[in-house]
């Protein structure tokens, strides 16, 4: 370490200066450059990198760098295990590099730079792994302890705001994704009225609740309602794709039961550890029937002025799930007088910590009663989602028969 270099006490207070600046900008491309540069600086290094761990992809991808641009320009990935960013990654500790060739890393960029010796360190929220952070010198040298402990410091603060930005730019995400692929309007659906709701949760934030209204073919109109497991973008991408597989199918198929299995055969084969329900019900308004499909998905609830507000009675099939092979499906009929009113739901709306789902259940039958849907939405609402953000998404879609 050369002689005029700051000692560590005084690297250390100048990173934490840079990382509360950076913090505040709340900017993630900002945050990461303006720390690379400093690291570098302090380091007295030629090259400072950030590889950001991908939980889906399962790999490591360069996010940023100062020194070696090239990294993040030609899109560099790096398995678990591999290279030197790799082991450091795997092993999640730091890791003095004293020659770089190609058996010791696995990006060639890193040999043909010139470097000679480096030093990388994991970044870790807790036991979550957030990526790995290097730095390399264009001649050969040993790092100091001092070096190591600048350079863990650098990653746990690079870590806590990655983490933090990285969460928002996801939910802001999701919310877009998620809002492009539920109906900006709904449609005029003959002999029928329709309100709807969508609300985000505040604990799991944007997730994959969704609910769909098309017209079919024949005329008569699809109805769909779903519930994809987990949250965030990864949530809200493979509910678009089952959004839009389930309109495909449902335009080759009329049965409810039929789409479903076709649905759920595309689950298993395409999402990796997916899962998901999914209501699906064929509105007949010639006839006054709709004709319904449950994968898993809480029953619909019906009132109408001569029958009180209640679960439709139909059969709940198993949920799709990628790990189960297509099962038997059934679709049953529901009858819909004129005036009764069908509610579609996903279970943040009734779910509640401490209580049994059915509680929640027979508290929205209460609420339902066979009025405009615009009204009955309203009062749902107000009811039992209040002043206060759920915990978990909440669909909601109400469709009243009006002749």
């Known amino acids: 370490m050369p002689r005029d270099a700051p000692d560590v006490d005084n690297r250390a207070e100048q990173l934490a200066v840079v990382a509360d600046t950076a913090l505040s900008q709340f900017d993630l491309e900002s945050t990461l450059g303006a ?3 400093r690291v570098r600086e302090l380091l007295s290094a030629d090259a400072a990198v950030i590889l950001l761990w991908d939980d889906d992809a399962e790999h490591l991808r ?7 641009e090239e990294e993040v320009q030609q899109g560099v990935r790096v398995e678990l295990g591999a290279g030197f960013a790799g082991r450091v990654a795997a092993e999640r500790k730091p890791i003095h590099l004293r020659h770089v060739d190609p058996t010791t890393v696995a990006n060639p960029l890193l040999w043909e730079k010139g470097l000679r010796s480096m030093l990388g360190v994991p970044l870790l929220a807790g036991s979550k792994l957030i990526g790995v952070l290097h730095v390399g010198s264009l001649r050969e040298r040993t790092f100091s302890d001092n070096d190591e402990h600048v350079l863990q410091l650098a990653a746990d603060w690079i870590a806590l705001t990655t983490r933090a930005q990285l969460m928002a730019i996801d939910r802001a995400a999701a919310l877009a994704l ?21 609300v985000p949760g505040s604990r799991t934030g944007v997730g994959g609740d969704w609910y769909d209204v098309f ?31 389930l309109r495909a199918y449902a335009i080759e198929s009329s049965a409810p039961a039929d789409t479903l299995i076709r649905l759920s055969r595309n689950i298993f084969h395409f999402e990796s550890n997916g899962m998901a329900t999914v209501g699906y019900a064929v509105l007949d308004a010639a006839g006054g029937r709709a004709w319904m499909s449950s994968a898993g998905h809480l029953r619909p609830i019906v009132a109408s002025a001569h029958s009180p507000a209640a679960p439709a009675a139909i059969p709940v099939d198993p949920p799709m799930h990628s790990d189960l092979r297509p099962v038997p499906r059934r679709t049953n009929p529901v009858d819909l007088e004129p005036g ?43 009811d039992l989602v209040g002043n206060s953000t759920p915990d978990d998404d909440v669909a909601l879609l109400v469709l009243r028969r009006t002749e």
């Open 35 to 37: 720390l690379l540069g």
């Open 62 to 68: 360069a996010a940023a760098a100062n020194g070696l």
């Open 178 to 198: 998620q809002r492009s692929l539920l109906p900006p309007r709904l449609p005029h659906v003959p002999g029928f009225e329709l309100a709807a709701r969508y």
């Open 215 to 245: 017209e079919l073919l024949d005329g008569r109109w699809g109805v769909a309602i779903g519930d994809v497991a987990g949250h965030g973008l990864g949530a809200a991408t493979v509910m678009g794709r089952i959004r839009s597989a």
């Open 340 to 382: 009764a009113v069908l509610v579609c739901y996903t279970d943040g709306l009734v779910e509640r910590r401490g209580e049994s789902i059915d509680e929640g259940i027979h508290r929205l039958c209460q609420l339902v009663t066979p009025d405009h849907p615009e009204g009955v939405c309203a009062r749902i609402m107000a």
